[in-house]
Nanobody
Framework: VQLQASGGGLVQPGGSLTLSCATS????????IGWFRQAPGKEREGVSC????????YYVNSVKGRFTISRDNVKNTVYLQMNSLKPEDTAAYYC?????????????????WGQGTLVTVSS
């Protein structure tokens, strides 16, 4: 099971970025995928989760209406479209999966983790 996040970078407040999570070793359409972030000096938090076959979507309140999680089953990739970015969105973003559970809410932990990608929102 492997996951690799990419797409981070420096963006101005109000801007947009799309993060990608490339997966291998498991059929991504059959398992839930979560996005997490960790800002400097802060605890890791769950940001979003896309469910297994039903594709249910969950978001932490601070990103609702601004972030969209989606999945491309052909490319085995999950995306996090981030709009209206704020300085407080600055963090290392990680994608992860847990082959034991689906998601009925944003996860607080996961079984397998990808390498993070850094998002910096600054003018």
């Amino acid at each position: 099971v492997q996951l690799q996040a990419s797409g981070g970078g420096l963006v101005q407040p109000g801007g947009s970025l799309t993060l990608s999570c490339a997966t291998s070793g498991f059929p991504v359409n059959n398992y839930a995928i979560g996005w997490f972030r960790q800002a400097p000096g802060k605890e890791r938090e769950g940001v979003s989760c896309i469910g297994r076959s039903d594709g249910s979507l969950y978001y932490v309140n601070s990103v609702k209406g601004r972030f969209t999680i989606s999945r491309d089953n052909v490319k085995n990739t999950v995306y996090l479209q981030m709009n209206s970015l704020k300085p407080e969105d600055t963090a290392a973003y990680y994608c992860a999966t847990d082959l034991r559970y689906g998601c009925t809410k944003v996860w607080t932990d996961a079984q397998y983790w990808g390498q993070g990608t850094l998002v910096t929102v600054s003018s």
